[in-house]
């Protein structure tokens, strides 16, 4: 029988319960064990300038276990023309036996953060922010490219038929890419899986991809020139105002923004920026880097001048070759579809192909009518998966 439990600020004393937590909740996370990392992840939030604003609240019995947590970070967004400070909900997680006090963590995240802008995947969490008030905007795309076939994905009528009644998901949600599945519960017989790829025909499968890299990119040989970057000089800034002059609504990502997302001291860092350059100033950049142990390549940020179309598909060329030199396996890249992106057919001739059953939703609610507006649809949005909260823990 379940405890009796609160909803109450957090406290330093909670760390090491919230910790024990997270590594019931999420055990196919190997860093959940690591409990620094995830206090080094908040002790960067707070460097940001408005760490004054971050609310954590915890559920907790009477004996002082910790069964729920939710943290919520802010940000500074233009919409509408107008900096506007809204907050992500995030590290959410609950003891199954509290169910109601999971639900209460999230009313108390609405009741104290009158905007919100969030990114999930989880039907339960994203209808539990809808009863609170914020909108389906729409759906980030979902963009990947093989580089070694050792990572094909599995096949779709397996894939459903390891996550009916969320059997193949801890807790019924889905994993991190890339993330080893715990074992399944005693008595389940999942589908046996496809055999290995012998090794010679592995080989020359990803000699195949190699070639084709080459024959698609040459398409795009004579685009703009992309170099590196050591890091975000004034020049940034002045893109920024480019950039949000010409969108509804986007994150502040001017220089010093970038220098603290990306920067010595991130839980990303380090990382690539690639740029491309003009007369008149900075045309487009990309953040990229590689996690799990270099297998999984993501591009965190890519964003251009409104309708430069070939700047975005240079810098994607670019990243790719990147990737491919670093050993990665495969190359993630989820991001709003917006003029100051790549086109869905840019990707298709870099090789790229959609994953529409592993898409992120954009939750969003403001306090301003007109900003709220605004803020409900995806297409007005220039946003990329490394902007906020969903990537700060990524490593």
Known sequence: MAKKAKVRPYEEGDARGIGELRARAFPYLPEVKEFSFYETVYEWLG?????????????????????????????????????????????????????????????????????????????????????????????????????????LPMPARLERLLSQEGQGFPNGRPSPEGMEQPEEPGGYQPPRPRAPIPGPVKGLMNGGLRLMDGALGGAFAGGPKVVPVQGFDESFDAFFEKVASSVSCVVEKDAAFLRWRYGPGSPQWPVTVLVVREAGGLAGYAVVRTVSGGQ????????????????????????????????????????????????????????????????????????DEAQHGRATSVARWSYNIGDGEATFWLR
């Not at 989880?122 to 963009?143: M, N, R, T």
């Not at 993501?298 to 430069?308: A, I, Q, S």
């Open 47 to 151: 460097t940001h300038p408005l760490a004054g604003e971050i609310r954590r609240w915890i559920a907790a019995t009477d004996d002082g276990e910790v069964v729920g947590h939710l943290a919520a970070t802010p940000l500074y967004y233009r919409v509408n023309g107008h900096r506007v400070v809204a907050h992500s909900p995030g590290d959410y997680m609950g003891h199954p036996d509290y169910g109601f006090h999971a639900l209460m963590l999230m009313r108390k995240f609405f009741s104290e953060c009158e905007n919100c802008v969030s990114l999930d995947m989880v039907p339960e969490v994203i209808g539990v922010q809808s009863k609170f008030g914020a909108v389906d905007a729409g759906q980030l795309q979902y963009a990947a490219k093989l580089l070694n076939v050792s990572r």
């Open 296 to 367: 999984d390549g993501y591009v965190l940020d890519l964003v251009t001048l409104p309708g430069r179309r070939d700047v975005a598909r240079a810098l994607l060329r670019e990243s790719v070759r990147l990737f491919r030199e670093a050993g990665a396996h495969i190359i993630r890249y989820r991001f709003a579809d917006s003029p100051t992106g790549p086109r869905s057919s840019d990707l298709l001739r870099l090789g790229f192909f959609h994953r529409d059953d592993r898409r992120n939703t954009l939750m969003t609610k403001f306090a």
